[in-house]
C-alpha cells in the first residue's frame, strides 16, 4: 500500500507560478501510474493530468495544456505538478493519486485510482 503526500500549495497572484510535489511511500512507486486532480468548493473532482510508470507518456486535460506540465522522479518516489499562468479559475484543493497499473497505462477518472493523498490548497487572487 502506498501513502502520498502532497506539498507546495499556497497563495499567489494571477499569473503566477507553483510547483506542486507529491511524496510516496510504502510501494514501488515506479510500478504506479500517477495523476493530479483537483476538486473546487461545490464541484466535482476534476482530473488534470495523468503519467506512466517512466515517464515516457503524459495526458492532460485540455485546461492546463500548456500551462500545467506533470513529471516523476522515481528515483526520489515523487511526482510534481508544475503550475504556470495561474488563474483565479485554478483555485481548488489539488490531489495525487496512484494506482498500479501495466506498462504504458494512463487513467483519467477518478475512480480508476486507489490511493489519493490528503491534498493542498492553492488559492489565485486576482
Known amino acids: 500500500q502506498v501513502q502520498l503526500a502532497e506539498s507546495g500549495g499556497g497563495l499567489v497572484q494571477d499569473g503566477d507560478s507553483l510547483r506542486l510535489s507529491c511524496a510516496a511511500s510504502?510501494?514501488?512507486?515506479?510500478?504506479?501510474?500517477m495523476g493530479w486532480f483537483r476538486q473546487a468548493p461545490g464541484k466535482e473532482r476534476e482530473f488534470l493530468a495523468a503519467?506512466?510508470?517512466?515517464?515516457?507518456?503524459?495526458f492532460y486535460t485540455d485546461s492546463v495544456k500548456g500551462r500545467f506540465t506533470i513529471s516523476r522522479d522515481n528515483a526520489k518516489n515523487t511526482v510534481y505538478l508544475q503550475m504556470n499562468s495561474l488563474k483565479p479559475d485554478d483555485t481548488a484543493d489539488y490531489y495525487c493519486?496512484?494506482?498500479?497499473?501495466?506498462?504504458?497505462?494512463?487513467?483519467?477518472?477518478?475512480?480508476?485510482?486507489?490511493?489519493w493523498g490528503q491534498g493542498t490548497q492553492v488559492t489565485v487572487s486576482s
Open positions: 510504502g510501494g514501488t512507486f515506479s510500478t504506479y501510474t
Open positions: 503519467i506512466t510508470r517512466s515517464g515516457a507518456r503524459t
Open positions: 493519486a496512484a494506482r498500479r497499473s501495466d506498462y504504458g497505462r494512463l487513467y483519467t477518472d477518478p475512480t480508476d485510482y486507489v490511493y
